[in-house]
């Protein structure tokens, strides 16, 4: 509303906030709610068209919902739906005299010619509905929002779970024929077999582990799990080292634990090679001086996204990602980590409801955007009270707080990292200092088996088994990354990792 006013002559608009009109019906369909009924009691297959459309609160008219509700009930126990058997039903739960009485019901059922239409109407009986409950939750949160005793955030954070509450319960996908699926699934082979490395996914850049996934594959939600100092997060930066840099893939990092500087730290440290506890000290050597300056530059550009927002919710993520994807075009997720994340606005009886509400919403996240989602997680402690190192290897009952992470995830993979707990040696007496395995415990596409890799644990980074020492001898691994040396080979591996290969003049690594 806008009232003008004159300050000598000077006009003024003063613009006044008035709440909304509430003086109107809500909306509401209740000849086709009579309709609807009427053709229930008239076609016996009538219920099976609009029973996923259709619940006893869709109704406007309390009466409806009581009738349709009895419907429901005899469908259920598929018993045959009529005018009479709706009265015996409505008389057996009490409530025949509150729904109109048996005229009521019969003259329901002399309102319709058939069930012809009865899809049609009812879409839009959901709709009504579907209009009432925003009316309703909308009002709520303007109520609130002139109580200034209610903090702002919390109220944003309880506004948007209680509409993705609503939207799932609403929205529904259509079935498709299976001619289309079929073309695009043939299509994807095709794209897969032209592909010289057979990745039909993104590549991670570790060749065993690609092996068994062909890559991370689109609407996939994979969850990386291991104990605490194990090296998750040191994990997923090396992959996304590799595929920013080496595959020039966009990648997305939502970090719940660290903050964005402490992950480029974290970066930094793997590609330059230089100790962490140099780079937060300052005091570095002067070769370290140089591997800094020279290589710290193949970060910039990079197209890694960071968002650090801690205790992150869901629904959060959600709004992030949508943007991330359509502005940036970023083709992978990763979250830093699942326990981290909250579902605020929702209620839960325990956590690990909320655990499954997470998980369940990564999953739908992941379908989509069509993108895969990396999300962390951690182990419970019953890893520790195992001996041995094949008891030490991670399984899925040991994945934390809810066993629906393990249901909703197309792949868990646990790190796992013998030398940690001084497993310094396999049963046929090979050395397991520096290594790790990846172990893929469920892959509901594909097989289940172990990668090894190396860690580094001073630089915090995986890397491939043949990246390393060969005797005194390295081996290169090739990448687009030698574009950044202007095609001179002889400074290739030297600008990929900052003298992770050797040079004339360079000492091995330490391993």
């Known amino acids: 509303m806008e009232k003008q006013k004159r300050k000598g002559n000077i006009k003024v608009v003063e613009k006044t906030v008035v709440a909304p009109d509430m003086g109107k019906l809500p909306p509401q369909a209740r000849e086709l709610e009579e309709a609807v009924l009427g053709a229930l009691m008239l076609e016996k297959d009538a219920y099976s068209v609009i029973s996923d459309i259709l619940k006893p609160e869709s109704f406007y008219d309390p009466i ?38 048996a005229v009521y019901v019969a003259e329901l059922s002399e309102k319709v010619a058939s069930a012809a239409h009865i899809e049609y109407h009812a879409r839009i009986i959901a709709q009504k509905y579907l209009a009432r409950e925003l009316i309703t939750f909308s009002s709520e ?15 944003m954070q309880e506004t948007e779970g209680r509409l993705f509450e609503i939207s799932q319960r609403n929205v529904k996908k259509d079935v498709i024929q299976i001619n289309p699926v079929i073309r695009e699934a043939m299509q994807n082979i095709e794209a897969a077999a032209n592909r010289k490395d057979g990745m039909s996914g993104l590549p991670t850049g570790f060749k065993e582990l690609d092996k068994l996934t062909s890559g991370w594959q689109n609407s996939d939600l994979v969850i990386i799990a291991a104990r605490p100092a194990m090296g998750k997060t040191a994990f997923v930066l090396s992959m996304a080292k590799n595929m920013a840099l080496d595959y020039e893939v966009p990648v997305g990092v939502f970090s719940l634990e660290m903050s964005n500087v402490q992950l480029v730290n974290r970066l930094i440290v793997n590609v330059c090679q230089i100790k962490g506890e140099s780079i937060k000290s300052g005091r570095l050597s002067d070769d370290e001086w140089i591997r800094l300056d020279k290589n710290h530059k193949l970060l910039y550009n990079a197209p890694i996204y960071i968002d650090d927002t801690p205790s992150l919710s869901v629904f959060e993520l959600r709004t992030k990602a949508r943007r991330l994807v359509r502005e940036s075009h970023v083709k992978i997720l990763i979250i830093d980590y699942l326990q981290l994340m909250n579902a605020s606005g929702m209620s839960f009886g325990s956590r690990e409801q909320e655990v499954s509400t997470i998980s369940r919403s990564l999953k739908g996240l ?35 707080e809810s066993g629906a992470i393990e249901q909703d995830a197309d792949i868990v993979c646990f790190i796992h990292r013998p030398e940690y707990y001084r497993i310094t040696e396999d049963e046929q007496g090979n050395s397991l200092i520096g290594v790790a395995e990846i172990i893929v415990a469920k892959h509901r596409n594909g097989p289940t088996g172990l990668a090894k890799m190396r860690f580094d644990s001073e630089y915090a980074r995986f890397q491939n088994m043949d990246d390393f020492v060969v005797g005194q001898r390295y081996v290169e691994r090739p990448s687009k ?6 095609g001179d080979p002889s400074s290739s591996a030297d600008a990929l990792s900052g003298g992770d290969f050797t040079t004339p003049n360079k000492e091995p690594l330490p391993f």
Do not use: C, W, Y
């Open 64 to 101: 409806h919902q009581l009738i349709f509700g009895a419907i429901q009930g005899l469908a259920m126990q598929q018993k045959p739906v009529d005018v009479l058997t709706v009265v015996e039903e409505l008389k057996r739960r009490g409530e025949l005299e509150t729904a109109g009485g």
């Open 141 to 155: 949160i303007t109520h609130q929002a002139f109580d200034e005793t209610i903090d702002v955030d919390d109220l």
């Open 481 to 486: 990354m030698n574009k950044a040396t202007n």
């Open 366 to 400: 992941a379908k989509e955007l069509n993108i895969p989602i990396i999300a962390l997680s951690q182990l419970n402690r019953g890893v520790e009270t195992r001996q041995g190192n094949e008891g030490k290897r991670p399984q899925l009952a040991d994945l934390r």
